[in-house]
């Protein structure tokens, strides 16, 4: 298991950017597909993006495709989630998870593949 702890949350305008990172600690992180959820008041956990453990593939929800990207810096055991065009529905609390799956990243969009999650880091988008 990896120990993960979100921060760069926070408060911004609509169109705004904000960049979250995730620092792992724990086991080896370049092992970890890493991926980002979000769970907005009310709603459930939903798939943002994610990552695999060389950084080379990606997969991204519809609504942040063009917006958001992810990255990863192995060295540093940190991943980041870049938010552009910040829109007010984007308001949530994300979460960053790390997964052991086989499966490819492509196929990393349910919260039950993801082993470790980080504590969440609030985005509030206003207009």
């Known amino acids: 298991q990896v120990q993960l702890v979100e921060s760069g949350g926070g408060l911004v305008q609509a169109g705004g950017s904000l960049r979250l990172s995730c620092a792992a600690s724990?086991?080896?992180?370049?092992?970890?597909?890493m991926g980002w959820f979000r769970q907005a008041p009310g709603k459930e956990r939903e798939f943002v993006i994610a990552i695999s453990w060389s950084g080379a593939v990606t997969n991204y929800a519809d609504f942040v495709k063009g917006r958001f990207t992810i990255s990863r810096d192995n060295a540093k055991n940190t991943v980041y989630l870049q938010m552009n065009s910040l829109k007010p529905e984007d308001t949530a609390v994300y979460y960053c998870?790390?997964?052991?799956?086989?499966?490819?990243?492509?196929?990393?969009?349910?919260?039950?593949?993801?082993?470790?999650w980080g504590q969440g880091t609030q985005v509030t988008v206003f207009s």
């Open positions: 998870a790390a997964s052991r799956s086989r499966v490819g990243v492509g196929a990393l969009t349910n919260t039950g593949s993801f082993g470790s």
């Open positions: 724990g086991r080896a992180f370049s092992n970890y597909n």
